[in-house]
């Protein structure tokens, strides 16, 4: 179960990021195969493997769990800059995210 998640996401992320599982594995100085067998359920990576796989796709490991969040880069300098803003900024910010929510949109 844990193992089909794991390369569903992975897939996911990789694809979303626009490489080849060829390119990736070789990128993290695996062979060419490397990331096909993880994202086939022929294998996990290590714990050192993992951590150069997120370190590859530009998330925390955290990130890669998070399921729900198909956009972690985008979301975390989101929230990094939030964290600037004083109460008021904030708030006018939750307030147009609360409308954009709810509203239907044709935008990308």
Not at 67 to 73: L, Q, T, V, Y
Not at 77 to 105: M, Y
């Amino acid at each position: 179960m844990y193992e089909e998640e794991f390369a569903q996401r992975l897939t996911a992320l990789r694809n979303k990021k626009g490489v080849s599982a060829r390119e990736m594995s070789l990128s993290i100085g695996q062979n060419a195969g490397y990331i096909n067998n993880i994202e086939s359920g022929k294998a996990l990576p290590s714990m050192s493997a993992f951590f150069f796989i997120c370190e590859f796709l530009g998330i925390t490991p955290k990130e890669f769990f998070d399921i729900d969040n198909s956009r972690p880069k985008l979301l975390r300098e989101l929230n990094l800059n939030l964290k600037k803003l004083d109460d008021t900024q904030l708030q006018c910010i939750a307030s147009i995210v609360s409308d954009l929510a709810r509203a239907p949109h044709s935008f990308p």
